[in-house]
């Protein structure tokens, strides 16, 4: 079978496992003409364990009208409070409100090395330190304090 060209691709966060075709995911696909309802369908099922968290997920379409999808690994602050033994709900805003003033939680660099690991092939980072360091800087706009544990 010949290997089908990819006409173009569409990056949405969608809550796990609760896909429907409304906002975001009904106007990203319906514009370009693809299965809004097979997509919630196999989404859904891909993502039941994961429920709660925010997913990033590339959707690439081809020609034909179908389409392949992949999930990655939730955004930083997702991690972030939840090591900070913050509320993760979407959409909450448990972040700090004046960053570098308040602050709302605190995370060791373990944690952050832990979530680097996870985090590791959605970042732009070249080595595991870099890494650690977006974190770093991701805490402290969130008003999240990084405090000395471990190597």
């Not at 890494?131 to 999240?144: F, P």
């Amino acid at each position: 079978m010949a290997k089908k060209k990819p006409q173009g691709s569409i990056k949405l966060q969608v809550l796990a496992g609760s896909a429907t075709p409304a906002r975001p995911v009904g106007p990203a696909l319906g514009v370009r003409g693809l299965n809004i309802g097979a997509f919630c369908k196999e989404f859904n099922a891909a993502t039941q364990d994961l429920k709660g968290q925010t997913i990033p997920v590339v959707v690439t379409y081809y020609a034909d009208k179908s389409f392949t999808f992949e999930l990655r690994a939730p955004p930083a602050s997702f991690f972030l409070k939840q090591a900070a033994g913050l509320d993760t709900k979407p959409d909450l805003g448990t972040g700090a409100k004046t960053p570098g003033r308040e602050v709302v939680g605190q995370v060791t660099v373990d944690q952050l090395r832990e979530i680097a690991a996870k985090k590791m092939q959605d970042m732009n980072a070249a080595s595991m330190h870099g890494a650690v360091r977006m974190l770093e800087g991701s805490a402290r706009s969130m008003g999240i304090k990084v405090v000395a544990g471990g190597g």
